[in-house]
């Protein structure tokens, strides 16, 4: 925490709620005011750093509610730890990361949260939050959840996909679900029918059929759809709210779309390379195509629009990376011959802010809109709001200072994300982060990192603030 003032000066200040021209003063890592630019208290202010924003927005800091660093998959780990990952969330301007710690098989959620605690103290540049993934429900896993809520670990992820390695089956989501309806947690949902797509996996296997376009083929559509339904109606009889994590298919969110209209506290994700990529990509030659193999997948084009649309009318909340980066030499390529074997991710946790600039330069969303659905629907989603997510008196001064002009093209040789590729290459975008003060103290200053490992601390959260 800094003792010292900054004063932010000149700027656009964005906010989900207000665009103003306006001075923020900063005391103690905290916003402690704003006043219009040239009013006489914004003029009466003095401080020890004076950041110029003229001609630039103040953006909060961006809140990215879906990462893995370091995460275990298929005999490899994400290539960027809480070290990098953090610092390459800085210089994308996003100040808080909300990552999944992992329930090993048959141990303790206590266990899993332990050893991601380890794996991010003294790491991140940024402050960080997790998530707890359920990979084994059970009596006592259910009654731990109970603990996690009240220590600050109030979202849990479940899986309809990945049989015999995360996937819990209906009985088990349901009684997660009304283990979070009775304590207040939130229950988010990895919605594909994992066990039909193994067989459609095998099946296109011994076709011959081992291209990375096939991942994306043999992960219909339909099967997240009917995995999404089925996620909501128990959500529906277990009475808990319900979020349903990476949403890439338009049937899918039709889903989500219905349960929302009937009035169901069920809420959505969907991450850039669903806005921004398709099955195009998958289809690159040469196995180039592993480098955008997730799940769920990445779909026909047509999708996209639904999923804007998705955006603009609130029917899906927050747009957050699912950052999983693996490297083309080596990971990606342990599914030469076999697309099942390609580990799944894809990295993003640098472009995020970036990318859905553009899409307010594209005109798809509105410049408030950009920050609700990147800073202050995730922050308030997952029970951070307004410590993040805002620029107001008392929150917390993750504060970016964002040229809007600016031209950048996007480039695994300039970012910094630890991973050999970048499945944005050679995309010109408008719009680059400046500076980044995390909690008043710059991270990035003027395109330059100036942060360290440890400056960012762990945030226990409050609960899901729009499910009550
Ligand atoms: O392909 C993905 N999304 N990898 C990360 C794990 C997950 O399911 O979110
Ligand atoms: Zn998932
Ligand atoms: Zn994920
Ligand atoms: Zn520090």
Redesign the pocket.
Known sequence: MSSIRTLVRGGLVITAADEIHADVLIENGRVAALAAHGSETANAWTAEHVVDASRKYVIPGGVDAHT?MEMPFGGTFSSDTFETGTRAAAWGGTTTIIDFAIQPKGGTLGEGLEAWHEKADGKCSVDYAFHMIMSDVNASSLREMDRLVSGGVSSFKLFTAYPGVFLSDDGQILRAMQRAGSNGGLVMT?AENGLAIDVLVEQALARGETDPRHHGEVRKALLEAEATHRVVRLSQVAGAPLYV??VSAQEALAELTRARDEGLPVFGETCPQYLFLSTDNLAEPGFEGAKYV??TPVRPKEHQAALWRGLRTDDLQVVST?H?PFCFKGQKEMGLGDFSRIP??MPGVENRMDLLHQAVVDGHIGRRRWIEIACASPARMFGLYPQKGTIAPGSDADIVVYDPHAEQIMSAGTHHMNVDYSPYEGKRVTGRVETVLSRGVPVIRDREYVGHPGHGGYLPRGLCQYAG
Do not use: E, K, R, T
Request: proline fraction near 0%; charge should be negative.
């Open positions: 893995h990895h994590v990476h997730c799940s699912d999983c799944n991710g």
